[in-house]
């Protein structure tokens, strides 16, 4: 148990120290490449990353507002994943959630008993999981499976709406 502690101690000591610049854990070559590559798929999925990135921030910006990241993945690769495609300033390692062996469900619960019962929730997904648990805590459900959902979302965001 001691061991595991420790890992994850590591683990959230160097995705501290790196949310802000992951190139300084890639080295400049290797982060000069991977730059490009997500460069390369932001421009070949119409800047879905970007656009992303937007809402994200527009939330993150607010008064009384946090981004919570839930993730069927494991968290060790979805702390990677965060820090790769240059979200670790939008979410805090707190604020990220493997549901891999617990549910979705669950950690929507965890979630609520954290910041409470009087806060307001809006799950953004485009899975049925998702929108399920959502369903079952009566949290709105903003799904995303296209380009123009997120266009929706940024819009929404923009008039505050959401």
């Known amino acids: 148990m001691r061991k595991l502690a420790f890992r994850y101690r590591k683990i959230k000591d160097t995705y501290n120290t790196y949310r802000n610049n992951v190139g300084g854990l890639l080295g400049p070559q290797k982060r000069e490449h991977w730059l490009q ?3 390369d798929i932001d421009f070949e ?3 879905w990353h970007s656009l992303t990135l937007k809402c994200l921030n527009m ?3 607010r008064e009384n507002c946090v981004n919570v990241l839930v993730t ?3 968290l060790v690769p979805a702390l990677a994943k965060v820090l790769l495609y240059g979200l670790g300033q939008i979410f805090p390692i707190e604020n ?3 549901a891999n062996k ?3 469900e669950s950690c929507f619960e965890r979630i609520v008993t954290r910041f409470g019962r009087k806060s307001t929730y809006v799950v953004v997904g485009d899975g049925q999981d998702e929108e399920s648990a959502a369903k079952n805590l009566n949290f709105p459900f903003w799904r995303i499976s296209s380009h123009s959902d997120i266009r929706s979302l940024h819009t929404a965001l ?3 709406f959401l």
Do not use: L, P
């Open 102 to 104: 617990i549910g979705k």
């Open 45 to 47: 999925t119409d800047n």
């Open 72 to 74: 069927t993945t494991q």
């Open 96 to 98: 990220i959630y493997s």
């Open 37 to 39: 590559v997500r460069s």
């Open 59 to 61: 939330i993150a910006q």
């Open 158 to 160: 923009e008039m505050n």
